[in-house]
């Protein structure tokens, strides 16, 4: 972790040939999300980019759900 620097945010790094499902997505950004939150003032978390490739587990409708509240 990096306390200094709030552009710096920690990956989750799969191993090679797991195949990620829309329910481990889930869960990785219940760990991880808020916590990428709270490096930004709340005056900005609402300008935060997601930034994503289009696999399933990111655009499937669980995921959607859980980034609109």
Do not use: C
Not at 2 to 16: G, Q
Not at 17 to 39: D, H, P, S, V, Y
């Amino acid at each position: 972790m990096n306390d200094f620097n709030p552009w710096y945010i920690e990956v989750v790094v799969l191993e090679f040939g797991l195949i990620l499902r829309t329910m481990t997505w889930g869960q990785i950004l219940e760990n991880n999300l808020a916590t990428a939150f709270e490096k930004f003032p709340p005056e900005q978390s609402k300008k935060i980019l997601y930034q994503q490739d289009n696999a399933r587990p990111h655009t499937s409708a669980k995921t959607s759900k859980y980034l609109k509240k």
